[in-house]
């Protein structure tokens, strides 16, 4: 009988020529929990196998991600999207940064070479752009997305969304009734 010894995880540089180098936010929707309060980052990976290690690897890898997938299917002829899911908070570019980093020793890229896309918009990588770019809270968020729609509400002689924005009075009377 014949005996193969299972190998698993990466070694240095083996994805080497298989990322393009860009870190896409927001461009899909979260599968674990609202868009709101959760930030999707996706890589390209130009190898099915690839993107299911690095998935993988993601995953068991940090325990602040909330999810990691790949796609089910090829984006074009042999290249997948790895979906990873983090919590949207202040700290959530700290925690891109990290992996980026990490990173290294698996791409050819440093975390200074990546590129930030958010809404077709490319820049280069840091934790400063995202926060200057990218909503960092939930509120951020919400702010940001409704204020487009209720301007097309408007436009289409709608009733407007309320965005609201918990200040300290509000808090205080949640604490109080124990919400």
């Known amino acids: 009988m014949f005996k193969s010894v299972l190998k698993e995880g990466f070694e240095y ?10 870190i896409h936010i927001d ?6 929990g609202t868009d709101d309060n959760t930030v999707v980052v996706s890589f390209y990976v130009r190898d099915k196998q690839a993107a299911d290690d690095l998935s993988n690897w993601f995953e068991k890898g940090y325990d602040f ?12 002829p042999n290249r997948y999207l790895v979906y990873v899911e983090f919590r949207r908070q202040t700290s959530t570019p700290y925690k891109i940064d990290q992996i980026l980093e990490d990173l290294e020793t ?21 934790v400063e752009q995202y926060n200057s770019v990218v909503p960092v809270t939930p509120v951020d968020y919400r702010k940001s997305e409704e204020g487009d729609l ?10 407007v969304k309320a965005i609201h924005e918990k200040t300290a009075e509000i808090k205080a009377l949640q604490n109080a009734a124990g919400m």
Not at 15 to 21: A, I, P, R, S, V
Not at 66 to 72: G, N
Not at 150 to 159: H, S, V
């Open 106 to 126: 698996l791409t050819e890229y440093n975390k200074q070479d990546w590129t930030m896309v958010y809404n077709g918009e490319k820049y280069p990588w840091s």
């Open 150 to 159: 209720n301007e097309m509400r408007i436009a289409a002689g709608l009733d």
């Open 65 to 76: 991600i909330i999810d990691a997938e790949t796609s089910p299917g090829e984006i074009k």
């Open 13 to 22: 540089k083996d994805l080497e020529t298989l990322t393009n180098g860009h």
């Open 27 to 32: 461009e899909f929707s979260a599968t674990m």
